[in-house]
């Protein structure tokens, strides 16, 4: 497997961000990375089946994805990191913390989820249903339904507008590639997530609802959990400046002057 990569910055401790699965680090991360690169070290990468990293495949096995993650830790000698992963990202955070904790000093886990529910088995169901229709307008839609608050759909109008248009021209075959195939994933035994660990949600996720962040918190020693009001599933996108100053005060050493 290829992945393709990007390095931003030279700040400690280095900060690899891994995405979800309606997109690539580009979609996900970008925001992120502007306002971090001059404090951190920020790695961002595509996961195999996406962007520029590997071509589609049919379906993802989550231990897999967090070998691919510390295989490419090690390929840059990094480590131990924050690593940051955001839904389908925070899957592979969870399974790579418990897995190589000699690569992950510290974990944040966004708008994730403990194991792949029955409900969230269905989502996929319906998402790969619309994908079956060859129809990029019809996914695009309904994974906008999905991925974002109220309060974000109405003030970014335009702007989703013309992504929609973008995204309808591209016709992206990777897209929505995770979900074709539901993962089969029962989660990881949470004691063995032994770093500080953060989650962030939204609390107007209609994907992974607080109830998922609530037993992630009681399962997890030790861990904190930030919730940010009127913000949906993409909580990296929605709220850039908060995701980025939660991810700062997580790393009490930085120096904020």
């Given at each position: 497997v290829q992945l393709f990569f990007e390095i931003h910055g030279s700040g400690e401790p280095p900060i690899l961000l891994?995405?979800?699965s309606t997109g690539d680090a580009s979609s996900y991360w970008s925001e992120i990375v502007t306002r971090l690169r001059d404090e951190f070290t920020i790695i961002a990468y595509d996961q195999r089946g996406f962007g520029r990293s590997?071509?589609?495949?049919?379906?993802?096995d989550i231990a897999e994805l967090a070998r691919?993650?510390?295989?490419?830790?090690?390929?840059v000698q990094r480590g131990p990191v924050t690593v940051v992963g955001l839904s389908l990202g925070g899957l592979v955070a969870q399974q790579l913390a418990a897995d190589r904790p000699d690569l992950v000093a510290r974990l944040v886990v966004a708008a994730s989820a403990p194991?792949?529910?029955?409900?969230?088995?269905?989502?996929?169901?319906?998402?790969?249903?619309?994908?079956?229709?060859?129809?990029?307008?019809?996914?695009?839609?309904?994974?906008?339904?999905?991925?974002?608050?109220?309060?974000?759909?109405?003030?970014?109008?335009?702007?989703?507008?013309?992504?929609?248009?973008?995204?309808?021209a591209e016709a992206r075959p990777w897209y929505g590639s995770a979900l074709t195939e539901?993962?089969?994933?029962q989660g990881v035994a949470r004691d063995r997530i032994t770093c500080p660990t953060l989650l962030i949600y939204g609390d107007e996720d209609a994907e992974m609802p607080l109830r998922y962040a609530r037993e992630l918190q009681a399962g997890i020693p030790g861990s904190q959990l930030t919730v940010f009001a009127g913000t949906g599933h993409k909580c990296a996108e929605e709220q850039p400046d908060q995701f980025a100053e939660a991810i700062r005060s997580f790393h009490p050493h930085i120096n904020r002057s």
């Open positions: 891994i995405h979800g590997a071509a589609q495949i049919d379906r993802f691919d993650a510390a295989l490419l830790l090690e390929h194991r792949i529910s029955p409900r969230l088995q269905l989502m996929s169901k319906v998402l790969q249903t619309a994908t079956a229709t060859r129809d990029p307008g019809l996914l695009f839609d309904l994974n906008l339904l999905l991925a974002h608050g109220e309060a974000f759909l109405t003030t970014h109008a335009d702007d989703i507008a013309t992504r929609r248009k973008r995204f309808v539901p993962a089969e994933w």
